[in-house]
């Protein structure tokens, strides 16, 4: 089945720890991002990749590092600098953003937690 | 940035109500959809729109892109159980530097008591 795999599902950080979220698509599309979602609040864009080896900021970027190495793979790195790391993360993907009508799909999410 | 207001923040109906929720923009949109999201899962798009003015059903939700462009409403028509879950509007710029960028609402959480 097409779609796009985030993993793990759960992950647990220590202080001063840096810890990487996988997001794997096999939609062959072009565009990704990640959001962080916190409890009563919306979808907030922490990075976005409209092709490999290109990717922007989006609002809340600091603490956060990303690659685009591969057009199927976006991973997320949540760096010690974040200082309130715990949150949902979730991972979208679309067909070239030049091509507006193309929503984005998301995954099912990685619950990231402080030890 | 861009505001997004998407109201209300929650509802608690009986099952078989309709539902109406809403969001509203300070800024034009060229795209709006609407996304159901369940626990400790992503959201789901449920509706995508991309003309104002234009009116989209899909089973028992109606969505309609505002005129002005920067609004649009979900309805939900004789509801049940598994409509239970948060709903997210978003907007989407076509053109600069936002290109393909999503601004999301703060959710509608729906509790439908049967």
């Known amino acids: 089945d097409g779609g796009i795999t985030q993993s793990p599902k759960y992950l647990f950080r220590k202080e001063g720890q840096n810890v990487t979220l996988s997001c794997e698509q096999n939609l062959n599309h072009d565009a990704m991002y990640w959001y962080r979602q916190d409890p009563g609040q919306g979808l907030r864009l922490i990075y976005y990749?409209?092709?490999?080896?290109?990717?922007q900021k989006g609002d809340i970027a600091e603490g956060y590092s990303v690659s685009r190495e591969k057009k199927e793979s976006f991973p997320l790195t949540v760096t010690s600098a974040q200082k309130n790391p715990t949150a949902f993360y979730l991972c979208?993907?679309?067909?070239?953003?030049?091509?507006?009508?193309?929503?984005?799909?998301f995954g099912d999410g990685t619950r990231l937690s402080i030890l | 940035g861009q505001q997004l207001n998407q109201s209300p923040q929650s509802m608690f109906i009986q099952e078989g109500e309709d539902v109406s929720m809403n969001c509203t923009s300070s800024?034009?949109?060229?795209?709006w959809l609407w996304y159901k999201q369940d626990p400790g899962e992503g959201p789901v798009l449920l509706i995508a729109?991309?003309?104002?003015?234009e009116l989209t059903s899909n089973g028992r939700l109606t969505a309609q892109f505002g005129i002005t462009r920067k609004d649009s409403f979900l309805n939900i028509s004789a509801s049940i159980p598994s409509d239970v879950g948060i709903y997210f509007c978003?907007?989407?710029?076509?053109?600069?530097?936002?290109?393909?960028?999503?601004?999301f609402g703060q959710g509608t959480i729906l509790t439908v008591h049967p």
């Open positions: 978003a907007g989407r710029n076509a053109g600069g530097t936002s290109y393909g960028k999503l601004t």
């Open positions: 990749s409209q092709i490999v080896n290109d990717f």
């Open positions: 979208a993907s679309s067909m070239a953003p030049d091509r507006v009508n193309q929503p984005q799909h």
């Open positions: 729109l991309y003309k104002a003015g």
């Open positions: 800024s034009i949109f060229n795209t």
